[in-house]
Nanobody
């Protein structure tokens, strides 16, 4: 059974930073083969991709609203992915989900990030 366990969300003031982690277990194939991504979903809005790292680490995509402020990374030895978020804004408030993809999609349980003074 594939499991993705997220951690690191919370309440932060505007301009602050947070680091999300997502540890994956139970994959059929080695973690490095899978693309990994972070999505977020704000109340009343659709779930959108924030960042994605390809399976062969050949490229990283960032959505326009977060480019230059967020940094996605992965540790293939630890089967873990990270999202470093800096210069946070109130509009970054959402539930953040980690995702791994190769042949199938697997999702984390989501972690709440709230940016408010």
């Amino acid at each position: 059974q594939v499991q993705l366990v997220e951690s690191g969300g919370g309440l932060v003031q505007p301009g602050g930073s947070l680091r999300l982690s997502c540890t994956v277990s139970g994959l059929r194939f080695r973690f490095s083969l899978y693309s990994v991504a972070w999505y977020r979903q704000a109340p009343g809005k659709q779930r959108d991709v924030v960042a994605r790292i390809s399976g062969d680490d050949s490229g990283i995509y960032y959505s326009d609203p977060v480019r230059g402020r967020f940094t996605a990374s992965r540790d293939n030895q630890q089967n873990t992915m990270y999202l470093e978020m800096t210069s946070l804004k109130p509009e970054d408030t959402a539930i953040y989900y980690c995702n791994v993809h190769w042949l199938d999609d697997y999702w984390g349980q989501g972690t709440q990030v709230t940016v408010s003074s």
